[in-house]
């Protein structure tokens, strides 16, 4: 009898989460996922990030990074994590690139010594992104939490799906919107650039034979223009610059300040203020937050969430990795 009516409710379960699978997905992550199950995991996140940007200040940029990276992949499921040659790893955006792998571990780590199997790598993307913004003095949210970590890493996924530099901004909201994201997504999120640094290899094509008729980028400062040129002329395309050069390790509306005064370092920043795309798109956003913190940290926080909402593995999809690098 027992037996019996479990099984009718198991099949009602069934019913309820196939019928109404693509809803539930999203509604399944929860900011108390692991109230019972975990209740340090929010501290024990939050005493790594700050003690691993203490000790450099950069991987605060770093682990946001990481984030955005996994959730346009497969979606949020820590599949950047994973070790091997064809993974995402070295796809051409993340590869001599992406960064703070250690500390994903560190953290892991610590969480399966006071949860084991309990806290997914994607899980830990997420709310380390979370710490990052807020300890650089950005805004906070309530992170919603439940992923799963995926079984496979997506090289070729990476390669197309993520946003490059030299991306027209068209293009780049085609991405975005591939993922559910729209314009706004694209310039609050954009304003993540107001912390890290980029390589001279991004962003010189805009310092030298830029076109037929202008040899430098015409949207970018001439004296920014000269300082860049001097830094990158060593010819080392991984020689490092700030990506907001006038308060690089703080997270504020600057990034838009500059994208105003022609000093977006990337070619897909300053195109959001300056490409006839942008000016059609994502210009009057960008002059929006570049005249209200308040509004750019509240739209950041709902564009932030709304990354995290792409396509989580939930219930029983997926797993739990005990190593973020390799499935169990
Ligand atoms: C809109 C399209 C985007 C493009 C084309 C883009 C491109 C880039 C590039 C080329 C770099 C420098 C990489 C290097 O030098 O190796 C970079 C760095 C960075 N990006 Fe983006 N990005 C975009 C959106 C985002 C978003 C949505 C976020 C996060 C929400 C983000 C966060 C960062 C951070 C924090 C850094 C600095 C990382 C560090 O210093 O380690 N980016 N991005
Ligand atoms: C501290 O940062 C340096 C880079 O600045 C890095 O090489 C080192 O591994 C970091 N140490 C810890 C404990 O994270
Ligand atoms: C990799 O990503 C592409 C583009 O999103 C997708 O079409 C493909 O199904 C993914 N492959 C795997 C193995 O997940
Ligand atoms: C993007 O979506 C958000 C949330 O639904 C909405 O508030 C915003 O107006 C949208 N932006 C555009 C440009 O459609
Ligand atoms: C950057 O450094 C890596 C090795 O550290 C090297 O393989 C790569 O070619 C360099 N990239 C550029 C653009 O110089
Ligand atoms: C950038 O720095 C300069 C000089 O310190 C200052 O005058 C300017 O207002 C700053 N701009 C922004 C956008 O913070
Ligand atoms: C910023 O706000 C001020 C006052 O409301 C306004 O005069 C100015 O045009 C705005 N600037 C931009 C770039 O939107």
Known sequence: MAMGSNLSFLGFFLLVVMGFGPITARSQLSSDFYA????????????????????????????????????????????????????EKFAFPNVNSVRGFDVVDSIKTALENECKGTVSCADILTIAAKYAVLFSGGPSWRVLLGRRDGLVANQSGANSGLPSPFDPIDTIISKFNAVGLNTTDVVALSGAHTIGLARCALFSNRLSNFSPTSSVDPTLDSNLAAELQSLCSSGDGNTTTALDRNSTDVFDNHYFQNLLNQKGLLSSDQGLFSSDEGIASTKSIVETYSNSTEKFFCDFANSMLRMGNISPLTGSQGQVRQNCRVVN
């Open 36 to 87: 019972q199950s975990c209740p340090n995991a929010f501290s024990i996140v939050r005493c790594h990030v700050l003690s691993a940007i203490k000790n450099e200040t950069r991987m605060a940029a770093s682990l946001l990074r990481l984030h955005f990276h996994d959730c346009f992949v497969n979606g949020c499921d820590g599949s950047i994590l994973l070790d091997g040659s064809d993974g």
